[in-house]
Structures are given as structure tokens and as C-alpha cells.
């Protein structure tokens, strides 16, 4: 009775390893190859919150030009960063057509972002490297998504899950893993146990 006893409790054990192992792989994977994009609005008037989708579609076309022949995320990040005075000068040209007087900052750093769930797939929550656009205050509802590898499409807060155009590192969070074997030890040596 206690064998079974102990063998239950190892097994529980091995259980909850075998998920927090699996998310915090999954977690580390994710994060380290994506960089995000988040626009904040200036407030949450439907006037600036329209706004906010314009000036968005303004940096979008902007990063797919200058991301286009980009397959690495420390060159994306390089070439985001060299470009930051591109991105804020598109988003500016499209207040200034409105007659709006809000400013335009656009800068590339480390920010927490909660769990996300997109159209096929999501995002833990955790720090991920961001293209953060801040249009006036930035008092407003945000909008965000992931500019590389690419999964934002203008217009719509839409995701391209295509499994061809993203990196393998990025298809972890899709919901379509790549063929993966986890083996734990302790599950290893508990069907020993049974095996002889």
C-alpha cells in the first residue's frame, strides 16, 4: 500500500514537471524569436481610436518595406532600431494630413505583455522586445500584435498563420508543432519499475 502510495505521489510530481517544463520551453521559445508591435492611442475617443488603426497601417507599410528581406530577429531589431525616425516621420504624415497636432514617438524596447490569443495562435504572457508606437499621451486603448516575423496584416487586426511563412521558432506558438519527443527521467525510471 505505501509502494503505491509513493508511486502515486512521484507520479503527480512527474505530471506537474511535465507541463511547466513543457510551458516554460514554449515560453523561452516564443519570446526570444518574435519582436511585438504595440500602438497606443492617444485617448479612447472613436475619433483617436480611428486614428490609431490609420497610423498603424502607416507603420506596417513602413516595417514590411523595411523588413523585407529580413529572416533573423537580431537583424530585424537592428533594422527597426536604425529606422525608428522612418516609422515615427510615416506616422506623423498621417496626423499632420488630418490637421491633427498630436506627436509620434516610436521606439524599440523590452516590455510585458499579458497571454494573447490571436486567430491560430497565442502568446504567453512575459517581456518581449517591442516596436512600441505612441501617438500623443498614449491614454488610449492599444492595439498589438507581432511585426516579426510578420503576422500583422493592414487594415484588420487580423494574423497570417500560414505555416510557410513563419519561422519554425514562431510555429511553436500556432497550435502546429514541429514533431517533438519529450522524454522525462523520473517517467522513465517509474515504467521501469513496472517493466521488471
Not at 517533438?180 to 522513465?188: A, N
Request: proline content about 3%.
Amino acid at each position: 500500500m505505501k509502494k503505491i502510495q509513493i508511486l502515486t505521489g512521484v507520479l503527480l510530481v512527474s505530471l506537474l514537471c511535465t507541463g511547466m517544463g513543457r510551458e516554460a520551453i514554449q515560453k523561452r521559445q516564443d519570446m526570444n524569436g518574435i519582436i511585438r508591435l504595440h500602438v497606443r492611442a492617444a485617448n479612447d475617443t472613436e475619433e483617436e481610436q480611428a486614428r490609431k488603426l490609420r497610423v498603424r497601417d502607416a507603420i506596417l507599410r513602413e516595417t514590411q518595406e523595411i523588413l523585407r528581406e529580413c529572416n533573423d530577429k537580431e537583424q530585424a531589431s537592428i533594422l527597426l532600431k536604425t529606422h525608428c525616425e522612418d516609422l515615427q516621420r510615416a506616422g506623423e504624415q498621417v496626423l499632420q494630413a488630418e490637421k491633427c497636432s498630436h506627436s509620434v514617438t516610436v521606439s524599440l524596447e523590452r516590455e510585458h505583455f499579458d497571454y494573447r490569443e490571436y486567430d491560430g495562435f497565442y502568446l504567453p504572457a512575459g517581456e518581449y522586445e517591442s516596436l512600441i508606437v505612441t501617438i500623443g499621451a498614449g491614454d488610449g486603448a492599444n492595439w498589438w500584435c507581432v511585426v516579426f516575423p510578420a503576422a500583422c496584416t493592414m487594415g484588420v487586426a487580423e494574423v497570417e498563420t500560414d505555416p510557410s511563412v513563419m519561422p519554425s521558432r514562431f510555429r511553436l506558438a500556432t497550435g502546429r508543432p514541429e514533431q517533438v519527443t519529450v522524454r522525462f527521467r523520473i517517467w522513465e525510471w517509474i515504467k521501469g519499475l513496472f517493466d521488471q
